[in-house]
């Protein structure tokens, strides 16, 4: 598969529908074939909201595991993950708990160190530029007056980042090794991929 995150004319992925269908087996596959965990469909959903949504927690907590931004909003009504629970639902207590329990701890445990899981570049001199999967060490998440920008440490330099670009671990990447060695007839040399 040439782009396992390819989407289509509303930006919806392959791993947008294996969530929806609630298939999480195909999730493991897709996130370690290297899908954009962070992919937005056209309304700004992640696959982190389509998990919440359906209030599946487990697919919720692999998503987390993997790079997926916890502060991530839609773009109609800037909801995050945590906001998409259905209270109706079953299953509606456990997820909404551990997405809003992550969000407060975001940036507190481990030693203050999350991930980035886009690029930023800077805007304004008070604000770092970083790569994604820098670690950065959070000093203060926000203030009296802005909660979305927390200061951070990026090696010996700091400065505010949004914190809709942080994670709790970097995004997935699958390293694949292609390795030649003898099968059969000494003479010929086949490929296996292992990850």
Not at 91 to 118: P, T
Request: hydrophobic content about 40%; charged content about 25%; overall charge negative.
């Amino acid at each position: 598969v040439s782009n396992p995150s390819a989407a289509n004319d509303e930006g919806i992925t392959a791993l947008h529908n294996a969530i929806c269908a609630g298939h999480l087996e195909i999730v493991r596959f897709l996130v370690e074939l290297g899908c954009d965990v962070n992919a937005q469909d056209s309304d700004g959903w992640t696959p982190l909201h389509c998990a919440a949504s359906c209030n599946n927690l487990a697919m919720v907590k692999f998503l987390v595991e993997h790079g997926a931004c916890i502060f991530a909003a839609t773009l109609s009504d800037q909801e995050t993950a945590a906001e998409k629970c259905e209270e109706d639902e079953e299953g509606f207590d456990g997820c909404s708990e551990y997405l809003y329990s992550i969000q407060e701890k975001l940036g507190i445990l481990n030693g203050g160190r999350v991930s980035a899981v886009y690029d930023y570049e800077a805007q304004n001199t008070d604000e770092l530029t970083f790569r994604m999967g820098d670690e950065l060490v959070v000093l203060r998440k926000g203030d009296d007056y802005e909660r979305e920008w927390w200061w951070s440490r990026l090696n010996d330099h700091e400065g505010y980042v949004p914190r809709n670009l942080l994670g709790v671990s970097p995004t997935f990447h699958m390293t694949v090794l292609l390795l030649f060695f003898p099968i059969g007839n000494q003479n010929e040399n086949r490929p296996f991929l292992f990850s």
